[in-house]
């Protein structure tokens, strides 16, 4: 759940933790009037809340980094789905929808498999 501050340029974003604990993390963001702007008409667009717009964004932003990351050769492909935080297919898919070429090389198949075996 989201709720907006008296501030119009602030947004206090209340999110409850997954799983077994009942942990409740509360985080205040400041922004520029644009951006706060651009989530309410996106919330308006997508006939949503605004904390389904600040999910997705943070979503996406942590795509975009991980696939910057990996780019750039900063990160592993495996790091790099950690920080987008989906699972390592799934990266491979995003980076070839994206037109980034792939990094991996002989040793990492070798070691998919051997992880693979072990897993069996």
């Known amino acids: 759940m989201i709720r907006k501050t008296v501030n119009e340029s602030r947004i206090r974003v209340i999110a409850l933790k997954d799983g077994d604990s009942d942990m409740t ?3 205040s963001i400041r922004m ?3 951006n706060f702007e651009f989530l309410n008409e ?3 667009e ?3 809340d605004l904390s389904k717009v600040v999910w997705d964004m943070v979503t996406r ?3 975009l980094f991980a696939m910057e990351r990996y780019k750039k050769g900063e990160t592993s492909l495996g790091r ?3 920080l987008a935080g989906v699972p390592v297919g799934q990266m491979m898919t ?7 070429q792939s990094r991996i090389e002989d040793e990492d198949y070798l070691q998919g498999l051997a992880a693979i075996r072990r897993a069996w």
Do not use: I, N, P, W
């Open 94 to 100: 995003l980076l070839t929808e994206f037109g980034v």
């Open 61 to 63: 932003g942590r795509v």
């Open 25 to 27: 993390k509360m985080m």
């Open 80 to 82: 790099a789905a950690e």
């Open 32 to 34: 520029d009037r644009g």
């Open 46 to 48: 997508q006939r949503s």
């Open 42 to 44: 996106l919330t308006k």
